[in-house]
């Protein structure tokens, strides 16, 4: 069965520091993809990143980057630099890469508040 | 508009009545999904369209719900005699192609609140 762990349930850290958000997914598949998705307080999901999982490399946009380790099946999101406007939910999230595939599986989700 | 609207952002029903929520997804989107996300939750899964079909309703928690895409463009989702467990954000998503290969958009969801 598939399944996301985000075990930071909430994280509030001061403007300007550095934040990681973990995420822990188990999937029998050995093909899939990875996803990051912010919800701020207006409460739209919005795409972040998609990885596919045999692209293990590091990914950084900007003030975010995304650690994939497959060895230890996590993906983490770092936002350096962090701003008022990061405060959001963010959900880690794991879809079978299959042109058939229906369902994106979600974590619990991260809030994080950023403090000016 | 350019991206996924669902209506109404919000309802108020009462225990045991029916309602439908509206999704209409980005234009020529042939992938839509509904998903449920209770209150400090991640979304999950309910139903998945493929054009006009259900490709994958394992989601649907139980026969009161169910939901249509007749014309292959908008869904409606339906609930009948609705619970109070029922309460949730109700978000509606779509994508060019299933989300195994691509990026899914999420309209805003509809407050569905049970009293």
């Known amino acids: 069965a598939q399944k996301v762990t985000q075990a930071q349930t909430e994280i509030s850290v001061v403007e300007k520091e550095d934040v990681t958000l973990d995420c822990v997914y188990e999937t029998r598949d050995t093909t899939y993809y990875l996803f990051w998705y912010k919800q701020p307080p207006s409460g739209e999901l919005v795409f972040l990143i998609r990885?596919?999982?045999?692209?293990?490399q590091n990914e950084i946009s900007g003030r975010y980057s995304w650690n994939f380790q497959k060895s230890t099946s996590s993906f983490n999101f770092t936002i350096t630099a962090s701003q008022v406007v990061d405060s959001a939910v963010y959900f880690c999230?794991?879809?079978?890469?299959?042109?058939?595939?229906?369902?994106?599986?979600f974590g619990s989700g991260t809030r994080l508040s950023i403090r000016p | 508009g350019a991206g996924v609207s669902q209506t109404p952002s919000n309802k108020v029903t009462e225990k045991g009545k029916y309602v439908e929520l509206r999704c209409d997804p980005i234009?020529?989107?042939?992938?839509l999904y509904w998903y449920r996300q209770s209150l400090g939750q991640g979304p999950e899964f309910l139903i998945y369209?493929?054009?006009?079909?259900?490709?994958?309703d394992s989601g649907l928690p139980n026969d009161r719900f169910f939901a249509v895409r007749p014309e292959g463009s908008v869904s409606t989702l339906k609930i009948q005699r609705t619970e109070r467990g029922d309460s949730a954000v109700y978000l509606c998503?779509?994508?060019?192609?299933?989300?195994?290969?691509?990026?899914?958009?999420f309209g805003q969801g509809t407050r569905l609140t049970v009293v």
């Open positions: 998503a779509s994508s060019l192609t299933p989300t195994g290969t691509t990026e899914a958009f």
């Open positions: 234009s020529g989107h042939t992938a």
């Open positions: 999230a794991l879809s079978e890469a299959d042109s058939s595939a229906s369902k994106i599986i």
């Open positions: 990885r596919n999982s045999f692209d293990e």
């Open positions: 369209f493929q054009g006009t079909g259900a490709a994958d």
